[in-house]
C-alpha cells in the first residue's frame, strides 16, 4: 500500500515511516521543510511538499495514495484555537479527496479530550470545550458523507527518546522552579505509551481499522502524577513537594490543566479488535534514562 503520512518526520509520524516501511509499505511523506524532507528521504521515504494550510498540496498527496494516516499538528498553544481549525480544514479536504473510495484515513485525536476521573474507552465520546475537540468532529463529519475514517486518540505521553512533549516541560519546569511538584496527594493519573507501540497501533488502524471506529493508543491506563514527579525529582536532585491545587495553578501556569488532569483510558477493544499488543517499556522506566535529562 502507498501511505501517505502527514507530521511524517515528527516524534510520532517518523516513528509510523519506519513502522510502515519495515511492514512492507511504500510511504509518501509531507513535508514543510527542506530538514524534514532530507530526513524523510534519509529513511526511505518519498517526499511530498506542501503545508497543512496549502489544500492543494493536501489533495495531491491524498491523491496519489492508497490510505492517509494524518498525525500533523501545529502545537504553538498561543494560536491554538486557529490551529485547530486548520486541522479540521485538513481533515475536510483530505476526506473530499477520498470520497466514494474505500481507502482509509487515520486521523489522530486524544485521550485527554474525554470524561475526566473515569476509566474512557473507545466508546466514550468527547467531553472538553477545549478546541482541540476539532479533529474528530471532522473525522465525524466526512464519516457521514461515507469516507473510510477512523481516529487513533494518543494519551498526554507518548513516550521514547527524542520525546518533546509533557514529560519534557515537566522536566522543564522543575529546572526553572528548583522544585519538583505534584498536586494534592498526586494521584491524578495519565495514560501512557511508547512511540513506537503508537506507531504499530496506526499501521494496524490503516491495515484492519473499521470505518468509524475510535481506537486508544494506551499502553498503560494510568500512571500517578506523583510516580512521573518523583523520577524528575530524583534525577534532577530537587525537592519532591506536593502544592495545593491553587499554589499548584500558579506553579505550573498555563501547564496546570494538564498537570493536574486525571485521565485513566482503558485500550482493551482495541487491543482484541486490531490484535495490538504493546511491547515497549512503560513510562516510569523510559523516562528514567538519561536522554530526558541531558541539557
Not at 501545529?74 to 490551529?83: P, T, V
Amino acid at each position: 500500500m502507498r501511505v501517505f503520512v502527514t507530521g511524517a518526520s515528527g516524534f510520532i509520524g517518523s516513528a509510523i515511516v519506519r513502522e510502515l516501511i519495515g511492514a512492507g509499505h511504500e510511504v509518501l511523506g509531507f513535508a514543510r521543510s527542506d530538514a524534514a524532507a532530507g530526513a524523510l528521504a534519509a529513511a526511505g521515504a518519498q517526499v511530498h511538499r506542501g503545508d497543512l494550510e496549502d489544500p492543494d498540496s493536501l489533495r495531491s498527496g491524498v491523491a496519489m495514495s492508497d490510505g492517509v494516516i494524518h498525525t500533523a499538528f501545529n502545537h504553538d498553544f498561543s494560536n491554538f484555537k486557529a490551529n485547530c481549525e486548520t486541522d479540521r480544514r485538513a481533515i475536510e479536504t483530505m476526506g473530499a479527496v477520498l470520497e466514494g473510495s474505500d481507502r482509509p484515513l487515520i486521523v489522530t485525536s486524544g485521550t485527554g479530550l474525554l470524561t475526566p476521573g473515569i476509566l474512557a474507552t473507545e466508546a466514550t465520546m468527547q467531553n472538553s470545550g477545549s478546541p482541540r475537540v476539532a479533529s474528530e468532529e471532522a473525522a465525524t463529519a466526512i464519516a457521514a458523507r461515507g469516507v473510510r475514517v477512523s481516529v487513533v486518540r494518543l494519551p498526554p505521553s507518548v513516550h521514547g527518546e527524542g520525546d518533546h512533549g509533557f514529560v519534557p516541560m515537566l522536566i522543564g519546569i522543575a529546572r526553572e522552579k528548583g522544585v519538583s511538584v505534584y498536586q494534592g496527594e498526586g494521584q491524578n493519573r495519565w495514560p501512557a505509551v511508547h512511540r513506537f507501540d503508537a506507531a504499530r497501533l496506526f499501521r494496524l488502524a490503516l491495515e484492519k481499522g473499521t470505518a468509524g471506529a475510535r481506537y486508544h493508543g494506551v499502553a498503560e491506563e494510568g500512571v500517578p502524577f506523583r510516580e512521573i514527579a518523583g523520577v524528575i525529582s530524583r534525577r534532577l536532585n530537587l525537592p519532591l513537594v506536593s502544592k495545593a491545587p491553587g499554589e499548584a495553578a500558579a506553579h505550573f501556569g498555563w501547564f496546570a490543566h494538564f498537570a493536574a488532569i486525571d485521565n485513566r483510558a482503558s485500550s482493551q477493544q482495541t487491543r482484541e479488535q486490531l490484535g495490538w499488543q504493546p511491547a515497549g517499556p512503560g513510562l516510569i522506566e523510559d523516562i528514567d534514562q538519561p536522554y530526558y535529562f541531558q541539557a
